[in-house]
DNA sequence: ATATATTTTTAGATTAATCTAAAAATACTA
DNA sequence: TAGTATTTTTAGATTAATCTAAAAATATAT
C-alpha cells in the first residue's frame, strides 16, 4: 500500500531528478514538497524499505521501477483530469491545477484508461505538457523558450510556469496555445521582444514572460 | 479542516440516522465504518468538538447543520460521479461504487457544480437513488419494494442492495433500471414471485431478491 | 430486583506524518 | 588545509487515526 503522500514524494523526486538529471537531493525534495528536510529524510528511508527508491545516506535519491511507475502513473492521471476539466467542464487552465492535484491520485487504473478513451487519446494537456502513456513513455515535441527562439514564427506550445497569475496574465494578452506570432524584434536593453500576435495585434512581452512561453517553429 | 475519514463518520452517522429516524449508536456507526467501538467513541468526541454532531455520552449522536451540510455534500458528489462513470465512461453499475467512494472526497464546490451541469442535472444515480440538490434536498418517489407490491404491472426504479454479486445477477436476469415487469403470481410458499419481464420472459424471483427491488406502479 | 448480557467509554499502545532543535557530514572559500 | 557555511541526518515531540483489553453504564430477562 502506498499513501497519497508517499506517491507525492515520489512525483515530486521524479520532478527534481528529471530537471537535475542527477538524483534528487533532500533539500530540493523539501522545497518541492513544502516541507522540512527532516520531514523528507525519514520519508526517504521508508520508500527505500519498499524498494521504490534506492538511497544511501548523504548521496541523494532516485527512483526505482517501482517508484517511476507510480510517479509517471500520477503525471499521466493529474493531466488527463486537467484535459477533462478544460475540454468538458470548461474551467479555464488557470483554476485546474488543485483540483487535479486531488483527482491524480484515485486509484483504479481501469478509471484512467476509459477516461484516456473519453477525452480522445489527448497527447498534451492544457498547459502543452506531454501526457505519457501507460508505460510512462512521454512524447516529445520540438519547442523553444521564446527567448531562445531563433526563427521567425511560430506557434504557443506551452509553459513552463503554471502560477494562476501567468495564465491570467496570458489570457489577457491573447496568448493562449496554439496562438501563431511572428518575432517582430528583440529588444537588447532588457531581453523583451515585440510580437505580432495571430497576424493582428503587435506585443511587447517581457524578457520574464518568453522565459516561461514555449514556441514551435511553424 | 474536516479529514476524509471525517467526512466518512459523517455520512455514516447520516446514513443511519436516516434509517433508524433515531441517533445513531456507537456499534451502529463501527459497524458501517468496519471499526471498532473504541475508535468510534474517540472520533465521535472530535467531531463534537468541531461542531459537526451533538453528543452526550451513552446517548448517541445527532448531525448538527454543518455535519449534515458536508454529509449531504458527500452523498450528491458521490452519486453524480457514480452518474458520470456509467453514462460517460460506460461503467456498468456493479462496479462504480469504490470508486465513487473515493472521487466523492474530491473537495471543489465548482466541480460538483459543473458536473452536475455536464451530466444534465440528473436526479437519481445509476443504482435508482435520489441524489440531493446543493441544499441537501432529495427527489422522493413513490417506490415499494418488489415484495410489497401490491399491483399488477411496474417499472424497476432502484435497488436496496448494492452489492456486486446482487447487480450482476440482476443484469443476468435483464432486471436493471426502468425494466417494465409484470406480476404473474405470488408463491405462498416460500414468497417467491413469478413475474413477466419486458411484456416477454418469464422468471421466478425469490423472495430476497423480491426484498431488494425497487418497483414503481405504471 | 437482581443477575447477566450488551453497549459504550476509557486506558494504554501503535503507526504515519509531521515538527523543531541539535548533531554530523559534506561543500566552499580564503 | 583549515575554518566556515550548508546540507543532511538524528533525536525527541506531537497529532490523527487506529487497535486491544478492561472498566463502567445501560438494557434484558428471569
Ligand atoms: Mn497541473
Ligand atoms: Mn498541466
Ligand atoms: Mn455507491
Ligand atoms: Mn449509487
Redesign the interface.
Known sequence: MVSSTEENYLKAIFKISEKENAPASTNAIATEMKTSAASVSDMIKRLAEKELVSYEKWKGVTLKEGGKKIATGLIRKHRLWEVF?VD????SWD?IH??AE??E????D??AM??DE?LGFPKFDPHGDPIPDENGNFTFRKQVLLSEFKGQKGNIVGVDEHSTQFLQYLDRLELTLGTPIEILEKIEYDGSIRIRIKGRTEQIISNKVAQNLYIKAS
Open positions: 476539466l468538458k467542464l470548461n474551467f483554476e488543485p483540483i486531488e483527482l491520485h484515485i486509484k483504479s481501469e478509471l476509459r477516461l473519453f
